[in-house]
């Protein structure tokens, strides 16, 4: 495993469905990241986890979004009833702790279109 | 809350000239982390350079370079000998060092176009 690995690429979903995203960070790395970029834009924060324990969520974090890192390995990223303004890239990243301050390693993303 | 600026949205060089990338940023803390990250179309985001804020020395890093400006809080990066593989977009971010957790304020970024 040399990256981080994000699942599907892309998911095409209509209003008012629920998606599940899949990240599997790089395994020796205890920290991962959500992260979400419109089109245009920077990315911007949504939650992070230690381990399994989520230790922030941004207020973008909506109550139709939670995020999941069970074992503290992978992470799901759960959308319920989405809506157009949901449509972006969803990043995730991981880092460890000692060396978060080298920035991170992203993965490709998930690309979500709500129709 | 931190913010960070980017105000080129576009910006193009011709191959193998010098280009410089603006980035500013907000903050009333001391200690921290900037980045600049490059982003190909349809790929991953990857660390270009990074700088400590109380390291009073540029980073460098082969052809890339930084002019980190912290009293102006400015942090532009220059790329040198620019090659057609350097086009993509460039996004600046700001990490804290003295609040918890590790989140990146990200600016808008600047598209790079490298022409032939």
């Known amino acids: 495993d040399t990256g981080v690995s994000q699942n599907p690429r892309h998911k095409i979903t209509k209003r008012g469905q629920n998606v599940t995203f899949r990240c599997d960070p790089i395994s020796e790395h205890n920290r991962l990241y959500w992260y979400r970029q419109t089109l245009g834009q920077g990315p911007e924060f949504l939650t992070y986890f230690q381990n399994e324990a989520q230790l922030e969520k941004s207020r973008l974090l909506s109550d139709r979004f939670s995020a999941e890192r069970p074992k503290g390995s992978f992470s799901t990223l759960e959308i319920q009833r989405t809506e157009q303004g949901d449509s972006a890239m969803y990043l995730c990243a991981s880092s460890v702790r000692q060396k978060s301050n080298y920035g991170y390693t992203f993965g490709s993303g998930t690309r979500l279109t709500v129709v | 809350a931190q913010t960070v600026t980017q105000s080129q949205p576009e910006m193009s060089v011709q191959e193998a000239e010098t280009v410089t990338l603006s980035c500013t940023y907000d903050?009333?803390?001391?200690?921290?982390?900037l980045f600049w990250y490059k982003q190909p179309p349809s790929r991953q985001m990857i660390l270009v350079i990074r700088q400590e804020a109380y390291k009073q020395q540029n980073a460098t890093e082969n052809r890339f370079s930084v002019n980190f400006q912290k009293a102006a809080k400015s942090f532009s990066l220059k790329i040198s000998d620019s090659q057609l593989g350097d086009a993509a977009m460039y996004f600046c971010?700001?990490?804290?060092?003295?609040?918890?957790?590790?989140?990146?304020?990200f600016g808008e970024g600047t598209q790079l176009t490298v022409n032939p």
């Open positions: 903050t009333s803390e001391s200690d921290y982390y």
């Open positions: 971010a700001y990490r804290s060092r003295e609040t918890s957790g590790s989140r990146l304020t």
